[in-house]
C-alpha cells in the first residue's frame, strides 16, 4: 500500500527533574544535587524510498524518551535518546498545532519535529554565598507536543499523464529499471511509479479519468504529485476512437487541480501505434492536428521511435545540467 497524506501526534520526551542532595564527607560539605537529563527529541530524516510513511499507517503517534532524574555527586541525569523517522524527500510537514509548513528535500536531511524538555538544575546550581545549603530544584520542562500531517508531493522532472492504459507504465519499465505493473486494462497502476533515466527522474502518475479532480476514479489522490514536475510527457493510446477528446480530457483535470500545469512543458506522445496500420496511425495523427503542436507516435517494441523519446529526454539532461 502506499500512503501519501497521513496525520500523526508526536510527543517529544520530558526533561528530568534535577536532584537535592549533599556531601556528607567531610571539609566538603554542600550541595551535590544534579542537573535532570534532556528530553529525547524527535526527528524526521529524508530517504528514497516512497513508501516510507507505510510506518505511520497504524502508529499514529510518536513518544520520545524522557531525561533521567538528575544524581548525586553533581551527577547529570542521562539524556533520553532521539528518535529519528525515515521519510520520502518530497514529503511536506504541516504542523496542524502552530500551522508552520516545512519540507524534507534531501536524502538524509534531518528534521526536527518536535524537541525535547530541559532537563531541571540541581540544587548544586542554586548555592550562593548567602545560601550555601539550597534545597531548591527545578522540574524537567515537557517536550514539544503537536499534530502533524504528512503529505508526500514527488520531485520528479518528467511526469507521464494520460488516461489509464495508455502505456505510461510501459515506457517507464522500457527506459528505466522501474518494475512497474502493466496490463491491457485500466487502473493496472494504483500507486505512482519512479524510475531513473541517467540524471532525470521519471514519474508515472496514474488514475487521471475526466472527473478526477471532482473525485471520480481515484480522484485527486496523485494529482499533487505533479506539481512538482517540470516537464509533462502526454500519453494518448493510438486505439482510441477520439484522441482529441481523450487530450482535452485530461488537460482539462489538470486545470481544475492547478491551472498553472498547464503552463508546464509539453511533449504529446501517440502510443501504442504498434497496434493499427500505418494508415490508422496517420488518421490518428490528423484527428490531432488541431492542437497545433508536435505529436510524436512511439511503441515501446519500435526502437526507432523509443530514440526520439530518449532523445527528448538528453535534451532535458542538458537543460537540467545548465540550470
Known amino acids: ?92 510537514v504541516h504542523n496542524l498545532t502552530t500551522n508552520e509548513i516545512t519540507e524534507i528535500t534531501a536524502i538524509g536531511q534531518q528534521l526536527l519535529v518536535a524537541k525535547g524538555g530541559r532537563g531541571g538544575k540541581g540544587n548544586f ?31 520528479a ?45 521519471l514519474a508515472d502518475i496514474p488514475g487521471l479519468i475526466e472527473g478526477a479532480s471532482e473525485g471520480k476514479g481515484l480522484g485527486i489522490k496523485f494529482l499533487r ?6 516537464t509533462l510527457f502526454h500519453f494518448i493510446s493510438a486505439e482510441s476512437q477520439d484522441p482529441l477528446k481523450d487530450y482535452k480530457i485530461i488537460r482539462n483535470e489538470l486545470c481544475a487541480f492547478n491551472p498553472e500545469l498547464l503552463e508546464r512543458a ?7 501505434i504498434d497496434l493499427l496500420s500505418k494508415e490508422e496511425v496517420a488518421k490518428k495523427l490528423k484527428q490531432l492536428k488541431p492542437l497545433n503542436k508536435q505529436i510524436i507516435p512511439i511503441s515501446v517494441i519500435d526502437d526507432i521511435s523509443l530514440e526520439k523519446v530518449k532523445e527528448i529526454l538528453r535534451e532535458l539532461i542538458k537543460q537540467k545540467t545548465i540550470q
Open 225 to 230: 504529485h505533479i506539481e512538482r514536475t517540470k
Open 157 to 201: 522532472d518528467v511526469g507521464f499523464v494520460g488516461l489509464p492504459n495508455v502505456g505510461k507504465s510501459s515506457l517507464l519499465n522500457v527506459l528505466t529499471n522501474a518494475k512497474s505493473k502493466v496490463a491491457n486494462y485500466a487502473f493496472t497502476t494504483l500507486e505512482p511509479n519512479l524510475g531513473v533515466y541517467f540524471e532525470l527522474i
Open 1 to 92: 500500500m502506499f500512503i501519501d497524506d497521513v496525520k500523526i501526534k508526536v510527543k517529544a520526551g520530558r526533561g528530568g527533574d534535577g536532584n537535592v542532595a549533599f556531601n556528607n564527607a567531610k571539609m566538603s560539605l554542600g550541595p551535590t544535587g544534579g542537573r535532570g537529563g534532556n528530553g529525547g527529541s524527535i526527528y524526521f530524516e529524508g530517504v528514497a524510498d516512497l513508501g516510507a510513511l507505510i510506518q505511520f499507517r497504524y502508529k499514529k503517534e510518536l513518544v520520545g524518551e524522557n531525561g533521567e532524574k538528575g544524581g548525586k555527586q553533581m551527577k547529570d541525569g542521562a539524556n533520553g535518546e532521539d528518535l529519528i523517522f525515515k521519510a520520502p524527500v518530497g514529503t511536506i
Open 125 to 155: 546550581m542554586f548555592r550562593s554565598s548567602r545560601n550555601t545549603s539550597p534545597t531548591k530544584f527545578q522540574y524537567g520542562l515537557a517536550g514539544t507536543e503537536c499534530e502533524l500531517r504528512l503529505e508526500l508531493k514527488l520531485i
Open 266 to 272: 509539453e511533449y504529446i506522445f501517440l502510443s501504442k
